[in-house]
């Protein structure tokens, strides 16, 4: 990645980063996922869909790049994983 001084947006080099939001006692948490694959990414989303699955997990961003190019593709992975889940 860049220098040491470069700001980033989110602390790994992984190609897709994923914000999943879930109930608590208080409001809501949330929890990444992550992989450098679009299967990968799938898979750590549904590791974590099964961890929280008591507090309605929803993915609400995943991001392609998320250091440089930034894309968001969050649509594109939660039709396919609804695909999957249905």
């Known amino acids: 990645m860049g220098n040491e001084n470069e700001q980033l ?3 790994h080099d992984f190609e897709f980063h994923a914000e999943i939001k879930y ?6 948490g949330y929890v990444g996922a992550m992989g450098n694959t679009v ?6 989303i ?6 929280y699955e008591t507090r309605e997990p929803e993915v609400v961003e995943v991001i392609y790049r998320p250091n440089d190019v930034n ?4 649509d594109v992975i939660k039709k396919e994983l609804e695909a999957e889940l249905a």
């Not at 299967?39 to 750590?44: I, N, P, Q, S, V």
């Not at 894309?71 to 969050?74: A, E, I, P, Y």
């Open 39 to 44: 299967k990968e990414l799938k898979a750590d």
């Open 23 to 28: 109930e608590t006692e208080n409001g809501f």
């Open 71 to 74: 894309k968001k593709v969050t």
């Open 9 to 11: 947006n989110v602390n």
């Open 46 to 51: 549904k590791n974590r869909f099964s961890k």
